[in-house]
């Protein structure tokens, strides 16, 4: 079955750029939509942005002139890149799928385990 | 931005009791060309990411166990627990996909009374 597996550095400085990789086993990165969403601590939920199997790309508009996803199809992965962040960055970063082949406006039915970043000096 | 208001933002159930979740969208997720609400609802567990269990409102994802069922339509949506087991002990979000941003619910937390 198909896992997504999050790796990222842990720690970003302030005013720097975070970057978060998500390593997509078991399936094809080729088919689907992928997608960011991250949780700062004790709080909700906040997309961040999907990416098409073809490289076609849709941001939040709170994170948008911050924000830029990629896919690298020969690893299996696709990335997120976060610049200029902030202690409000700090959260949880989740990578996930959305269901549908044909188009992003379906739900997320696999998420990775997440991984926690910290914005601090 | 479709903004997702949850309630209550908890809530204390007897075990084998019902718990039943409301969410409530700023505008209308139902698309009428093909009669779809575009609203799912996930569990979360402590440490763990979040779970899908309902997506189309009412279509419970594969493996989820049927006391979980959605209902609703336009704005108002619920989720229902027919009797509360301790392992469903989680926040559960409500999530908008009919448009970008995609949006969530503020979550609901459920403990055993």
């Known amino acids: 079955q198909v896992q997504l597996q999050e790796s990222g550095p842990g720690l970003a400085r302030p005013s720097e750029t975070l970057s978060v990789t998500c390593t997509v086993s078991?399936?094809?990165?080729?088919?689907?939509?992928w997608s960011w969403i991250r949780q700062p601590p004790g709080k909700g939920l906040e997309w961040i942005g999907y990416i098409s199997n073809s490289g076609s790309t849709d941001y939040n508009p709170s994170l948008k002139s911050r924000v830029s996803i990629s896919v690298d199809t020969s690893k299996n992965q696709f990335s997120l890149k976060l610049t200029s962040v902030t202690a409000a960055d700090t959260a949880v970063y989740y990578c996930?799928?959305?269901?549908?082949?044909?188009?992003?406006?379906?739900?997320?039915?696999?998420w990775g385990q997440g991984t926690k970043v910290t914005v601090s000096s | 931005d479709i903004v997702m208001t949850q309630s209550p933002d908890s809530l204390a159930v007897s075990l084998g009791e019902r718990a039943t979740i409301n969410c409530k969208s700023s505008q209308s997720v139902l698309y009428s060309s093909n009669n779809k609400n575009y609203l799912a609802w996930y569990q979360q567990k402590p440490g763990q990411p979040p779970k899908l269990l309902i997506y189309?409102?009412?279509t419970r994802e594969s493996g989820v166990p049927n006391r979980f069922r959605g209902s609703g339509s336009g704005t108002d949506f619920t989720l229902t627990i027919s009797s509360l087991q301790a392992e469903d002990v989680a926040v559960y979000y409500c999530?908008?996909?009919?448009?970008?941003?995609?949006?969530f619910g503020q979550g609901t937390k459920l403990e055993i009374k």
């Open positions: 999530q908008q996909y009919y448009s970008t941003p995609k949006t």
């Open positions: 189309w409102a009412s």
């Open positions: 078991g399936g094809s990165i080729s088919s689907y939509y």
């Open positions: 996930a799928r959305i269901r549908s082949e044909a188009a992003p406006f379906d739900a997320f039915d696999i």
